[in-house]
Protein backbone atom coordinates (compact mmCIF):
# COMPACT_ATOMS: atom_id res chain seq x y z
CA UNK A 1 0.00 0.00 0.00
CA UNK A 2 1.41 3.21 -1.23
CA UNK A 3 1.09 6.06 1.91
CA UNK A 4 1.72 9.46 1.79
CA UNK A 5 3.61 11.37 4.33
CA UNK A 6 1.22 13.91 6.47
CA UNK A 7 3.38 16.58 6.19
CA UNK A 8 3.89 16.76 2.38
CA UNK A 9 0.08 16.62 2.56
CA UNK A 10 -0.35 19.74 4.39
CA UNK A 11 1.74 21.76 2.90
CA UNK A 12 0.49 21.30 -0.57
CA UNK A 13 -3.17 21.88 0.78
CA UNK A 14 -1.74 25.52 1.99
CA UNK A 15 0.10 26.78 -1.24
CA UNK A 16 -3.23 25.56 -3.19
CA UNK A 17 -5.09 28.19 -0.90
CA UNK A 18 -3.06 30.79 -1.12
CA UNK A 19 -3.85 31.47 -5.06
CA UNK A 20 -7.60 31.38 -3.96
CA UNK A 21 -7.61 33.83 -1.17
CA UNK A 22 -5.20 36.59 -3.81
CA UNK A 23 -8.18 36.12 -6.60
CA UNK A 24 -10.86 37.08 -3.88
CA UNK A 25 -9.47 40.20 -3.10
CA UNK A 26 -11.65 43.17 -4.85
CA UNK A 27 -10.55 43.83 -8.25
CA UNK A 28 -11.48 47.54 -8.29
CA UNK A 29 -9.30 48.36 -5.55
CA UNK A 30 -5.82 50.30 -7.01
CA UNK A 31 -2.92 49.19 -5.79
CA UNK A 32 -1.13 50.51 -3.18
CA UNK A 33 -4.29 52.88 -2.70
CA UNK A 34 -6.79 53.27 0.03
CA UNK A 35 -10.76 52.23 -0.68
CA UNK A 36 -13.10 54.95 -1.14
CA UNK A 37 -14.80 55.87 1.94
CA UNK A 38 -18.80 55.37 1.92
CA UNK A 39 -18.54 57.87 5.09
CA UNK A 40 -16.82 60.60 3.34
CA UNK A 41 -18.39 60.51 -0.13
CA UNK A 42 -22.10 60.51 1.56
CA UNK A 43 -22.21 64.04 2.21
CA UNK A 44 -20.58 65.47 -0.46
CA UNK A 45 -22.88 63.61 -2.80
CA UNK A 46 -26.13 65.10 -0.55
CA UNK A 47 -24.46 68.41 -0.69
CA UNK A 48 -24.08 68.73 -4.55
CA UNK A 49 -27.47 67.46 -4.98
CA UNK A 50 -28.60 70.20 -2.58
CA UNK A 51 -27.38 72.88 -4.18
CA UNK A 52 -28.76 71.38 -7.68
CA UNK A 53 -32.10 71.97 -6.38
CA UNK A 54 -31.82 75.33 -4.86
CA UNK A 55 -29.94 76.69 -8.35
CA UNK A 56 -33.08 74.74 -10.11
CA UNK A 57 -35.56 76.38 -8.11
CA UNK A 58 -34.05 79.58 -8.90
CA UNK A 59 -34.13 79.10 -12.39
CA UNK A 60 -37.32 77.60 -12.19
CA UNK A 61 -38.36 80.88 -10.58
CA UNK A 62 -36.33 83.22 -12.50
CA UNK A 63 -38.15 81.71 -15.84
CA UNK A 64 -41.74 81.91 -15.05
CA UNK A 65 -40.80 85.22 -14.11
CA UNK A 66 -39.83 86.24 -17.31
CA UNK A 67 -42.80 84.56 -18.70
CA UNK A 68 -45.41 86.71 -16.96
CA UNK A 69 -43.17 89.79 -17.73
CA UNK A 70 -43.85 88.57 -21.54
CA UNK A 71 -47.04 87.90 -21.11
CA UNK A 72 -48.26 91.83 -19.81
CA UNK A 73 -46.12 93.25 -22.86
CA UNK A 74 -48.82 95.01 -25.97
CA UNK A 75 -47.08 93.40 -28.32
CA UNK A 76 -48.03 89.75 -27.60
CA UNK A 77 -51.46 90.90 -26.33
CA UNK A 78 -54.69 90.66 -28.27
CA UNK A 79 -57.08 93.84 -29.16
CA UNK A 80 -59.87 94.02 -30.97
CA UNK A 81 -57.96 95.79 -34.00
CA UNK A 82 -55.47 92.42 -33.84
CA UNK A 83 -58.31 89.84 -34.69
CA UNK A 84 -59.42 89.39 -37.79
CA UNK A 85 -63.17 87.04 -39.14
CA UNK A 86 -63.45 85.74 -42.32
CA UNK A 87 -65.58 85.86 -43.98
CA UNK A 88 -67.56 89.03 -42.36
CA UNK A 89 -70.20 87.99 -40.17
CA UNK A 90 -73.49 88.39 -41.80
CA UNK A 91 -75.41 92.45 -42.09
CA UNK A 92 -78.50 90.91 -40.92
CA UNK A 93 -76.80 90.07 -37.75
CA UNK A 94 -76.83 92.50 -35.20
CA UNK A 95 -73.27 93.55 -33.85
CA UNK A 96 -72.13 90.03 -34.49
CA UNK A 97 -68.56 91.05 -34.54
CA UNK A 98 -68.40 93.36 -31.40
CA UNK A 99 -70.01 90.21 -29.32
CA UNK A 100 -67.86 87.78 -30.43
CA UNK A 101 -64.62 89.87 -29.62
CA UNK A 102 -66.51 90.57 -26.58
CA UNK A 103 -66.33 86.91 -25.90
CA UNK A 104 -62.63 86.68 -26.49
CA UNK A 105 -61.54 87.52 -23.17
CA UNK A 106 -63.74 84.92 -21.48
CA UNK A 107 -63.11 82.30 -23.39
CA UNK A 108 -59.23 82.54 -23.51
CA UNK A 109 -59.88 82.55 -19.40
CA UNK A 110 -58.32 85.54 -19.11
CA UNK A 111 -57.89 86.65 -15.44
CA UNK A 112 -57.55 90.14 -15.37
CA UNK A 113 -58.30 93.41 -17.04
CA UNK A 114 -56.21 93.38 -19.78
CA UNK A 115 -56.12 91.65 -23.04
CA UNK A 116 -55.26 88.26 -23.46
CA UNK A 117 -51.74 86.88 -24.28
CA UNK A 118 -50.73 85.19 -27.69
CA UNK A 119 -48.30 83.33 -25.27
CA UNK A 120 -50.81 81.40 -23.54
CA UNK A 121 -53.62 81.19 -26.09
CA UNK A 122 -55.18 77.63 -27.49
CA UNK A 123 -56.30 77.52 -30.22
CA UNK A 124 -58.13 74.47 -29.89
CA UNK A 125 -59.79 75.40 -26.60
CA UNK A 126 -61.40 78.60 -28.32
CA UNK A 127 -62.97 77.18 -30.99
CA UNK A 128 -64.72 74.65 -29.10
CA UNK A 129 -65.90 77.54 -26.62
CA UNK A 130 -66.74 79.76 -29.25
CA UNK A 131 -69.58 76.91 -30.86
CA UNK A 132 -71.05 76.34 -27.27
CA UNK A 133 -70.99 80.04 -26.42
CA UNK A 134 -72.31 81.67 -29.69
CA UNK A 135 -75.35 80.29 -31.20
CA UNK A 136 -74.81 81.43 -34.39
CA UNK A 137 -71.24 79.86 -34.62
CA UNK A 138 -72.29 76.88 -36.99
CA UNK A 139 -68.83 75.34 -36.83
CA UNK A 140 -65.15 76.95 -36.77
CA UNK A 141 -63.39 75.71 -39.59
CA UNK A 142 -59.67 77.38 -37.89
CA UNK A 143 -58.51 79.46 -35.34
CA UNK A 144 -54.88 80.77 -36.39
CA UNK A 145 -52.41 82.90 -34.37
CA UNK A 146 -50.47 85.24 -36.82
CA UNK A 147 -47.03 86.43 -34.88
CA UNK A 148 -47.04 88.51 -32.68
CA UNK A 149 -50.48 88.92 -31.63
CA UNK A 150 -52.69 88.51 -34.69
CA UNK A 151 -55.84 86.49 -34.70
CA UNK A 152 -57.96 85.32 -37.52
CA UNK A 153 -61.00 83.69 -37.10
CA UNK A 154 -62.35 81.44 -39.96
CA UNK A 155 -66.41 80.62 -38.91
CA UNK A 156 -69.46 79.32 -40.47
CA UNK A 157 -72.79 81.33 -39.06
CA UNK A 158 -76.16 79.66 -38.99
CA UNK A 159 -78.39 81.45 -41.18
CA UNK A 160 -82.28 81.06 -40.03
CA UNK A 161 -84.87 80.11 -43.17
CA UNK A 162 -87.87 79.97 -41.47
CA UNK A 163 -89.65 81.92 -38.74
CA UNK A 164 -92.20 80.29 -36.38
CA UNK A 165 -94.72 83.10 -34.93
CA UNK A 166 -96.37 82.30 -31.56
CA UNK A 167 -99.35 84.50 -29.68
CA UNK A 168 -97.33 83.45 -26.45
CA UNK A 169 -93.85 82.39 -27.25
CA UNK A 170 -93.15 85.60 -30.40
CA UNK A 171 -91.28 84.44 -33.04
CA UNK A 172 -88.64 82.12 -33.13
CA UNK A 173 -86.18 81.23 -35.82
CA UNK A 174 -84.82 77.66 -37.56
CA UNK A 175 -82.01 77.27 -39.51
CA UNK A 176 -82.12 74.38 -41.83
CA UNK A 177 -80.94 72.05 -39.65
CA UNK A 178 -83.96 72.67 -37.06
CA UNK A 179 -81.41 74.45 -34.72
CA UNK A 180 -83.49 76.88 -32.82
CA UNK A 181 -82.25 80.45 -32.83
CA UNK A 182 -82.96 84.21 -31.33
CA UNK A 183 -85.02 86.53 -33.13
CA UNK A 184 -83.76 89.14 -30.58
CA UNK A 185 -80.29 89.21 -32.81
CA UNK A 186 -81.61 89.73 -36.24
CA UNK A 187 -82.27 93.14 -37.87
CA UNK A 188 -86.15 93.78 -38.28
CA UNK A 189 -85.95 94.20 -42.14
CA UNK A 190 -84.31 90.73 -42.09
CA UNK A 191 -87.19 89.22 -39.90
CA UNK A 192 -89.76 90.41 -42.10
CA UNK A 193 -88.96 89.08 -45.11
CA UNK A 194 -87.75 85.02 -44.17
CA UNK A 195 -90.27 82.65 -44.81
CA UNK A 196 -93.09 81.90 -41.77
CA UNK A 197 -94.87 78.62 -40.94
CA UNK A 198 -98.66 79.16 -41.74
CA UNK A 199 -100.76 77.70 -39.23
CA UNK A 200 -98.29 77.76 -36.50
CA UNK A 201 -100.16 77.48 -33.89
CA UNK A 202 -102.21 74.46 -35.03
CA UNK A 203 -98.64 72.94 -36.25
CA UNK A 204 -96.66 72.96 -32.97
CA UNK A 205 -99.92 70.75 -31.64
CA UNK A 206 -99.55 68.32 -34.49
CA UNK A 207 -95.89 68.32 -33.63
CA UNK A 208 -96.74 67.28 -30.08
CA UNK A 209 -99.76 64.94 -31.17
CA UNK A 210 -96.88 63.12 -32.69
CA UNK A 211 -94.63 62.88 -29.93
CA UNK A 212 -92.61 66.05 -30.08
CA UNK A 213 -91.87 68.73 -28.37
CA UNK A 214 -93.16 72.47 -27.79
CA UNK A 215 -90.82 74.61 -29.64
CA UNK A 216 -90.45 76.85 -26.25
CA UNK A 217 -89.05 73.54 -24.12
CA UNK A 218 -85.99 73.59 -26.62
CA UNK A 219 -83.15 75.30 -25.75
CA UNK A 220 -81.43 77.71 -28.17
CA UNK A 221 -78.72 75.96 -30.19
CA UNK A 222 -80.44 72.74 -29.94
CA UNK A 223 -82.63 71.28 -32.91
CA UNK A 224 -86.55 70.82 -32.67
CA UNK A 225 -87.01 67.01 -34.06
CA UNK A 226 -90.08 66.93 -36.34
CA UNK A 227 -90.04 65.31 -39.82
CA UNK A 228 -92.74 67.72 -41.23
CA UNK A 229 -91.06 70.70 -39.45
CA UNK A 230 -87.75 69.10 -41.57
CA UNK A 231 -89.29 68.85 -44.49
CA UNK A 232 -90.71 72.35 -43.85
CA UNK A 233 -87.34 73.35 -43.71
CA UNK A 234 -85.58 71.79 -45.93
CA UNK A 235 -88.51 73.34 -49.28
CA UNK A 236 -87.27 76.78 -47.22
CA UNK A 237 -83.96 76.23 -47.64
CA UNK A 238 -83.88 75.40 -51.37
CA UNK A 239 -86.27 78.23 -52.04
CA UNK A 240 -84.71 80.81 -50.13
CA UNK A 241 -81.40 79.94 -52.39
CA UNK A 242 -82.77 80.17 -55.42
CA UNK A 243 -84.56 83.55 -54.38
CA UNK A 244 -81.45 84.71 -53.34
CA UNK A 245 -79.58 83.76 -56.80
CA UNK A 246 -82.00 85.49 -58.97
CA UNK A 247 -80.51 88.73 -56.89
CA UNK A 248 -84.06 90.44 -56.61
CA UNK A 249 -84.51 93.38 -53.85
CA UNK A 250 -87.99 91.62 -52.73
CA UNK A 251 -88.47 88.23 -51.33
CA UNK A 252 -90.97 85.54 -54.14
CA UNK A 253 -91.39 83.73 -50.68
CA UNK A 254 -94.04 84.65 -47.97
CA UNK A 255 -95.32 81.03 -46.14
CA UNK A 256 -94.95 76.89 -46.14
CA UNK A 257 -98.10 75.54 -45.14
CA UNK A 258 -97.00 71.85 -43.35
CA UNK A 259 -100.44 71.60 -41.29
CA UNK A 260 -103.31 71.21 -44.20
CA UNK A 261 -102.18 68.24 -45.30
CA UNK A 262 -100.06 65.30 -44.26
CA UNK A 263 -98.37 64.53 -46.98
CA UNK A 264 -97.67 67.65 -49.86
CA UNK A 265 -96.31 71.00 -48.89
CA UNK A 266 -97.85 74.21 -49.75
CA UNK A 267 -96.12 77.19 -50.42
CA UNK A 268 -97.43 81.11 -50.46
CA UNK A 269 -95.83 84.47 -52.38
CA UNK A 270 -95.80 87.70 -51.37
CA UNK A 271 -98.33 88.41 -53.93
CA UNK A 272 -100.66 85.30 -52.67
CA UNK A 273 -99.79 82.89 -55.04
CA UNK A 274 -101.01 79.27 -53.54
CA UNK A 275 -98.46 76.43 -55.32
CA UNK A 276 -98.95 72.94 -54.61
CA UNK A 277 -95.46 72.43 -54.40
CA UNK A 278 -95.41 68.33 -52.71
CA UNK A 279 -92.98 66.44 -51.73
CA UNK A 280 -89.65 68.32 -50.12
CA UNK A 281 -86.50 67.98 -52.41
CA UNK A 282 -85.08 65.05 -52.51
CA UNK A 283 -88.28 63.14 -51.20
CA UNK A 284 -90.48 63.06 -54.33
CA UNK A 285 -92.54 60.48 -54.98
CA UNK A 286 -92.25 58.57 -58.17
CA UNK A 287 -93.48 60.26 -61.32
CA UNK A 288 -93.01 63.85 -59.40
CA UNK A 289 -91.07 66.55 -60.99
CA UNK A 290 -87.45 67.37 -58.90
CA UNK A 291 -86.87 70.41 -56.60
CA UNK A 292 -85.10 71.77 -59.38
CA UNK A 293 -87.64 70.97 -62.27
CA UNK A 294 -90.60 72.78 -60.21
CA UNK A 295 -88.27 75.57 -59.65
CA UNK A 296 -87.44 76.26 -63.61
CA UNK A 297 -91.36 75.71 -64.29
CA UNK A 298 -92.20 77.89 -61.50
CA UNK A 299 -89.86 80.58 -62.89
CA UNK A 300 -91.10 79.86 -66.49
CA UNK A 301 -95.03 80.28 -65.25
CA UNK A 302 -94.18 83.77 -63.68
CA UNK A 303 -92.79 85.33 -66.54
CA UNK A 304 -95.40 84.91 -68.36
CA UNK A 305 -98.22 85.64 -65.82
CA UNK A 306 -96.28 87.66 -63.01
CA UNK A 307 -96.29 86.44 -59.46
CA UNK A 308 -99.43 86.82 -58.82
CA UNK A 309 -101.17 85.59 -62.26
CA UNK A 310 -102.54 88.09 -64.28
CA UNK A 311 -105.86 85.11 -63.73
CA UNK A 312 -107.61 84.90 -60.54
CA UNK A 313 -105.51 82.81 -58.05
CA UNK A 314 -108.35 83.23 -55.78
CA UNK A 315 -109.78 79.83 -55.57
CA UNK A 316 -107.13 78.41 -57.52
CA UNK A 317 -103.53 76.59 -56.90
CA UNK A 318 -100.40 76.29 -59.03
CA UNK A 319 -99.61 72.95 -59.53
CA UNK A 320 -96.50 70.89 -61.37
CA UNK A 321 -97.39 68.60 -64.25
CA UNK A 322 -94.78 66.66 -65.95
CA UNK A 323 -93.41 69.71 -67.95
CA UNK A 324 -95.39 72.85 -67.15
CA UNK A 325 -96.84 74.47 -64.29
CA UNK A 326 -100.90 75.37 -64.59
CA UNK A 327 -103.27 76.93 -62.32
CA UNK A 328 -106.09 74.50 -60.50
CA UNK A 329 -109.12 74.52 -58.75
CA UNK A 330 -107.86 74.79 -54.92
CA UNK A 331 -108.58 71.35 -53.73
Same mark, same amino acid.
Given at each position: ?10 S? #?Q ?7 A??? *? ?14 F????? &???A? +? ?8 H ?16 F #? ?7 P? *? ?19 ? &? ?20 ? +? ?8 K ?39 ? *? ?23 Q ?9 A ?32 P ?9 ? #? ?13 WI?W??A????? *? ?17 L ?23 ? &???
Amino acid at each position: MLRTDQASTSSL #NQSSASPRRAADA *PANRSAGGPALSRRKFGPQVA &STLAT +MVIAGSASVHALGSIRNWLQNQPEFRF #NSDQISIHPE *PPQWLNDPRDRILALIPELTE &SISAQPPSALTFDTEELARRLR +MKMTWIESVKSVRLQHPNHLELDLVFRKPVMALSLVKQGVILLDKQGVVL *PATDVRKDFLDNIIQFNYAETLVDQVIQRGGKHPAQIAQGQVWEDTRIADSLQLAAFLTAQDDARNRPRRLFRLIDAA #NDPNRLIVRTVEDLWIWWGRAPGHEL *PGEPKAETKWRLLMEWLQLHGQSGKLDVNQSMLVFEKDRAVLS &SAK
